[in-house]
């Protein structure tokens, strides 16, 4: 092998050579140096996924880069406040990947976001008002059900209440719930309204089946019939 114009042999590497770091095993990698943020993060629903064996669950790697890390300040690295919810999404906004595995996650948090007003005075003005990871924390993200979620209902108002947002946000139940909403209805695996869509196209199917077949057998039966007079 060539590095930088030095010959080096192939096995200088196998000493101490692991091969590629399994998923589950990355964030040790980057404890090694990161330990504060790998201490925050192994706490998050996307670590206790992952390491329950949810492999799409999110790791430094997918929100970092792996030999491509920029900081987050870099508007090239995924996880600048920018590009934050187009990563997000990337998981957040796929259907085959969310419902593979987990039963009734909403896989429309992207969609609801880019009809609210963070999004859209973003797109009007340029300038990143709140993006997923404010709400949801960089690290130590958590499912709403769980009492130290930053969009646990009760921690709402800090949450919104950050210097820079809504300082004194009593109403935070209001900022929260306009976050969102339009969610898609899940029913189990399925998209209620998906299913409301498709029954809708068998419908119309059958009626056209229906009516067409109708004039289709009218015709041929004046037909017989004045073939018989
Ligand atoms: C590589 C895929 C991936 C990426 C990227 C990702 N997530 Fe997740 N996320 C998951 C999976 C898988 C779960 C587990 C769902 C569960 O157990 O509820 C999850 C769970 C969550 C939950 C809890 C949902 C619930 O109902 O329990 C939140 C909130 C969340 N992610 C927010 C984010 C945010 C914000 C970002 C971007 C900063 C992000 N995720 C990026 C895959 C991803
Ligand atoms: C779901 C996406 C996501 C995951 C998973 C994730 N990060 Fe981050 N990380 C972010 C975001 C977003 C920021 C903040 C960007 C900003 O400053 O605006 C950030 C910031 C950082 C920073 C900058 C300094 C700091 O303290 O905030 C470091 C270092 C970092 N992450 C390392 C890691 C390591 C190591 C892991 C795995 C143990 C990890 N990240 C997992 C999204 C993620
Ligand atoms: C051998 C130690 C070491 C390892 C292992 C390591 N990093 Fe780093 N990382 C650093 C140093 C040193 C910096 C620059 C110092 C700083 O800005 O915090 C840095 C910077 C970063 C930054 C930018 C932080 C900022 O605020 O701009 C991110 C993001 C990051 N690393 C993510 C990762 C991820 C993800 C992994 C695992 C794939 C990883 N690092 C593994 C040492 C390491
Ligand atoms: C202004 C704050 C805010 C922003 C920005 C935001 N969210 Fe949320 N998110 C919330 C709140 C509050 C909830 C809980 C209420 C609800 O479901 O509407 C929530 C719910 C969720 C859930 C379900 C969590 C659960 O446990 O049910 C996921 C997943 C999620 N958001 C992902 C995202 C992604 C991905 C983005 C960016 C594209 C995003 N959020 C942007 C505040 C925010």
Redesign the pocket.
């Known amino acids: 092998m060539n590095v930088g114009g030095q010959v080096v042999s192939i096995n200088a590497m196998s000493n101490n050579f692991s091969g590629v770091p399994a998923r589950a095993n ?1 964030t040790n ?2 404890s ?3 330990s504060e943020v790998a201490g925050m993060y192994e706490k998050s629903i996307h670590w206790k996924e992952l390491e329950k064996g949810v492999t799409i669950a999110a790791t ?2 997918d929100c ?1 880069g ?1 030999h491509d ?5 870099n508007p090239e690295s995924p ?1 600048n406040p920018e590009k934050v919810s187009m990563l997000c999404a990337k998981c957040h906004e796929n259907q085959t990947k969310m419902q593979a595995w987990y039963y009734g996650i909403k896989t429309d948090r992207f969609d609801t976001y880019k009809n609210s007003y963070h999004y859209k005075a973003y797109m009007s003005s340029g300038k990143v008002l709140a993006t997923c990871s404010d709400c949801h924390e960089n690290h130590d993200t958590r499912p709403a059900s769980d009492p130290k979620s930053a969009i646990n209902p009760v921690n709402l108002p800090t949450t919104c209440g950050k210097t820079g947002c809504h300082p004194g946000a009593s109403n935070a139940v209001f900022y929260g719930g306009k976050v969102h909403e339009g969610q898609s209805v899940n029913l189990l695996f399925i998209d209620v309204k998906k299913l409301i869509n498709y029954f809708y196209i068998v419908m119309i199917l059958f009626e056209l089946t229906l009516t067409f077949g109708l004039i289709f057998m009218g015709i041929s039966s004046q037909y017989e019939l004045r073939r018989r007079h």
């Open positions: 990355i990698l980057c090694k140096c990161h430094c790697t970092h792996a890390v920029l900081s987050p300040k996880a």
